[in-house]
């Protein structure tokens, strides 16, 4: 189970402030209850049926930890006014009192509150790659990291087989061609994910090969790396 570590220290992290405001994740293979290990999984699969719809995850693992460590009691319900009503003192408090309950209950221990950014798909496909070429990505990526690389850029995969430069856009030639390679570097096969999840952006990288936008990438991809 992976574990929220918060200003701490880690392999390769160095900070002058003891790493104060700032968060990592580590996998700790006996972390967490059979209950919380079901609940992960279970978030798991919920954002993953609604990924096509709901393309941010929320950061629902990242708050999970703050709210255990924040005992703060249920969330008030929340007050909903009609385009016409009269907003009542009572319904600003019990709105108010909902959301420093909220924030109270996902702050971390030392002050800040852990967020993801997670929009962006250009920056972890290039680091992949420089790692692969180095010869560094076994020494850098366990195989629970590369598990997770996989199992961000599958749920990020749009529904015509490619990739975006960022994870509610359009598919385009960089994007999934990125993806495609990197996740064949990770192990993933031709015919491998749910739903034919690499044929289909193998597909995608075919049909779109001819793109007078980038020419380049389709014919260097079709040469060289046909399947």
Same mark, same amino acid.
């Given at each position: 189970?992976?574990?929220?570590?918060?200003?701490?220290? *880690?392999?390769?992290?160095?900070?002058?402030?003891?790493?104060?405001?700032?968060?990592?994740?580590?996998?700790?293979?006996?972390?967490?209850?059979?209950?919380?290990?079901?609940?992960?999984?279970?978030?798991?699969?919920?954002?993953?049926?609604?990924?096509?719809?709901?393309?941010?995850?929320?950061?629902?693992?990242?708050?999970?930890?703050?709210?255990?460590?924040?005992?703060? *009691?249920?969330?008030?319900?929340?007050?909903?006014?009609?385009?016409?009503?009269?907003?009542?003192?009572?319904?600003?408090?019990?709105?108010?009192?909902r959301a420093l309950s909220f924030f109270s209950?996902?702050?971390?221990?030392?002050?800040?509150?852990?967020?993801?950014?997670? &929009?962006?798909?250009?920056?972890?496909?290039?680091?992949?790659?420089?790692?692969?070429?180095? &010869?560094?990505?076994?020494?850098?990526?366990?195989?629970? $990291?590369?598990?997770?690389?996989?199992?961000?850029?599958?749920? $990020?995969?749009?529904?015509?087989?490619?990739?975006?430069?960022?994870?509610?856009?359009?598919?385009?030639?960089? *994007?999934?061609?990125?993806?495609?390679?990197? /996740?064949?570097?990770?192990?993933?096969?031709?015919?491998?994910?749910?739903?034919?999840?690499m044929p289909r952006a193998r597909k995608w990288? /075919?049909?779109?090969? &001819?793109?007078?936008?980038?020419?380049?990438? *389709?014919?260097?991809?079709?040469?060289?790396?046909?399947?």
């Amino acid at each position: 189970m992976w574990k929220l570590k918060i200003a701490e220290g *880690g392999p390769g992290l160095v900070r002058g402030n003891n790493f104060i405001g700032r968060q990592h994740w580590e996998f700790v293979p006996d972390a967490g209850s059979p209950e919380e290990r079901a609940e992960v999984e279970r978030v798991r699969e919920v954002f993953k049926r609604n990924r096509f719809q709901t393309k941010q995850s929320a950061d629902l693992l990242m708050r999970m930890q703050p709210r255990k460590e924040n005992p703060r *009691g249920p969330i008030p319900p929340p007050v909903k006014v009609g385009g016409t009503e009269v907003i009542t003192e009572e319904a600003v408090v019990t709105t108010l009192r909902r959301a420093l309950s909220f924030f109270s209950s996902i702050q971390a221990h030392d002050g800040h509150w852990p967020a993801d950014a997670a &929009g962006p798909l250009l920056s972890l496909q290039p680091l992949v790659i420089a790692l692969y070429i180095t &010869g560094a990505i076994n020494d850098t990526f366990s195989p629970p $990291h590369k598990k997770e690389i996989i199992r961000y850029l599958y749920n $990020h995969q749009n529904e015509d087989g490619g990739w975006s430069f960022h994870i509610e856009g359009h598919s385009t030639m960089f *994007g999934t061609a990125l993806s495609y390679i990197v /996740l064949r570097i990770l192990g993933e096969g031709p015919e491998d994910g749910e739903d034919m999840a690499m044929p289909r952006a193998r597909k995608w990288i /075919l049909d779109h090969g &001819g793109l007078v936008a980038i020419p380049m990438w *389709g014919k260097f991809w079709v040469a060289v790396c046909p399947d």
